[in-house]
């Protein structure tokens, strides 16, 4: 025997505006994916903002570095960057074998560990180091040891 439902009978039940809904578990999963995609996606996108910032903010203190060590007497042959994580930059001066091994050092070494203590925050730290540059140097080296970028001073 068919039954037929009247709007009488529709009508004499009415959804609850304050009570909890109910999802089927295919809504549910569908939601909880969709919002962990987009939760890495707006973290990939953090992530990729903090870095870019980083790289330049590396740029520039390579920049203070080259004019503190002008004002000392000191020509670096070079600079390269090698980035540890999105927060935590090396960069390796290469300098002549006189300039490596002048008394000059003492000051140059003092001045970076101040100046990268003034620079750390804790979405950024750079470390600074200095190797002497001689004859038949192999810049392959240091590429092979991540050192995958070289700074270009602006002149």
């Known amino acids: 025997m068919k039954q037929i439902i009247t ?4 009508n004499s039940w009415q959804l609850s505006e304050d009570g909890p809904r109910l999802y089927s578990s295919d809504a549910v999963i569908d939601a909880y994916l969709k919002g962990k995609q987009d939760g890495l996606d707006e973290q990939q996108k953090i992530i990729q903002n903090i870095f870019a910032g980083n790289y330049s903010k590396s740029g520039q203190n390579t920049t203070e570095l080259y004019r503190y060590l002008a004002s000392v007497g000191i020509k670096p042959v070079s600079a390269h960057l090698k980035f540890h994580s999105f927060v935590s930059f090396e960069i390796i001066v290469l300098l002549s074998e006189d300039d490596f ?3 000059k050092m003492d000051n140059v070494y003092t001045w970076c560990r101040e100046f990268q203590d003034k620079v750390y925050e804790d ?3 750079v470390c600074f180091s200095f190797i002497d540059f001689l004859e038949g140097f192999d810049f392959t080296q240091l590429i092979s040891d991540g050192f995958n970028a070289r700074y270009n001073p602006k002149k």
């Open 7 to 10: 709007d009488k009978e529709i």
């Open 101 to 103: 091994l002048s008394e």
């Open 123 to 125: 979405s950024y730290r």
